[in-house]
């Protein structure tokens, strides 16, 4: 097993290097909220449950950092970098909700030093309660896999995109640990190819069968009869939407075409069920990690390039939603009861 994604080591913070992978596995030591806001960007550390662990700890390395020796404007000090942390990704639901629990527990002090340790200690225990998490969905999700089932998996939903085990990737190696033959089509994920680099790495660490594919041969390999179940991830779930990698949405489609299942395997931190679809800001990236490939240009210059980094897939087209708490079926009115 690879080492924890982002783990804190006293006023420090060490993660994966994800940008680099799978050439080389580099931790970072990381000591203060720009370069946080910057691997966070540049998405050295990504994936939403990785997102919520590390704006927990972004707060809680604001909060270790601050000059402010005043309560007050100690807590303001460390509200203006959750702020600015906040912004670096707007999709991915679990950012803020780590910035948010943390501060609130900073805000339940009177003290800087009080503050100072609440933050700590809230954004340690985010990241801990995160493997439980995760081992807990995978257990409910194993369930769904067939024994010799071959699933199809889009981005990285693996280990690396939150503290270990994962949501998507934890389902299919809670099935292998119990006992059950799982092979896993990558879809390599343009443009920063976070399935083939990311996804690809982590299974074959783990001794998994894994192919990679292109995007584009999905659908191919579902009207081939060659995949069995489709589980993603998910970086927000609305009351009427699963936010996921771009390229999602097309594979919901091809395999109700197809009559494959379609699940979703995602924390209830992931949830958002106050909004919709069309409230939901998508990120888009820069347009040369679409008109660049390997540091040489492929679009012509002066053509644009659009870059969403996220799409979302209507929820009539998810088969299951798979938490922590237990399997979510269509048509998902008992959403907002499972947070009871
Ligand atoms: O842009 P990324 O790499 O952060 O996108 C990540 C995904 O889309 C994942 O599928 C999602 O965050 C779920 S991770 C358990």
Not at 154 to 171: K, R
Not at 255 to 278: E, Q
């Amino acid at each position: 097993m690879i080492p924890r994604t982002i783990e804190r080591d006293g006023a420090t913070l060490r993660f994966i290097d994800q940008t680099l992978l799978p050439e080389r596995l580099e931790v970072v030591a990381c000591t203060d909220v720009d370069r946080l806001a910057r691997a966070i960007r540049r998405l050295e550390v990504r994936g939403a449950p990785a997102l919520g662990i590390a704006g927990a700890y972004g707060v809680a390395l604001a909060a270790m950092t601050s000059t402010e020796t005043d309560y007050g404007p100690f807590v303001e000090d460390v509200a203006k970098a959750a702020a600015y942390l906040r912004v670096t990704r707007p999709t991915a639901v679990n950012l803020g909700w780590g910035i948010d629990r943390t501060l609130a527990a900073l805000r339940a002090t009177g003290t800087v030093d009080g503050a100072v340790e609440a933050a700590v200690r809230e954004a340690d225990h985010i990241a801990r309660e995160d493997e439980e998490v995760c081992r807990a969905l995978g257990r409910n999700g194993a369930d769904l896999i067939p024994d010799g089932a071959r699933v199809l998996t889009h981005c990285n939903a693996g280990a690396l995109a939150c503290s270990t085990w994962g949501t998507a990737l934890g389902v299919v190696r809670s099935a292998v640990e119990s006992g059950k033959k799982v092979s896993v089509t990558a879809c390599e994920t343009r443009p920063l190819l976070q399935g083939a680099r990311l996804t690809a790495f982590e299974l074959h660490e783990d001794g998994i069968p894994a192919r990679v594919i292109t995007d584009s041969t999905a659908a191919f390999l579902m009207q081939r009869g060659e995949i069995d179940c489709v589980v993603v991830g998910a970086d927000r779930i609305t009351q009427d939407a699963v936010f996921n990698k771009i390229g999602t949405y097309m594979h919901a489609v091809c395999a109700r075409y197809h009559g494959i299942p379609f699940y979703v395997a995602a924390p209830l931190s992931t949830f958002d069920t106050i909004h919709r679809a069309a409230d939901i800001t998508i990120e888009e990236r820069d347009e040369d990690e679409i008109g660049a490939f390997s540091g040489k240009r492929t679009v012509p210059s002066g053509v644009p390039c659009t870059n969403f980094a996220f799409d979302a897939t209507p929820l009539d087209l998810v088969s299951a939603i798979v938490t922590e708490k237990g399997v979510l079926r269509p048509p998902y009115g008992q959403m907002q009861g499972i947070f009871k």
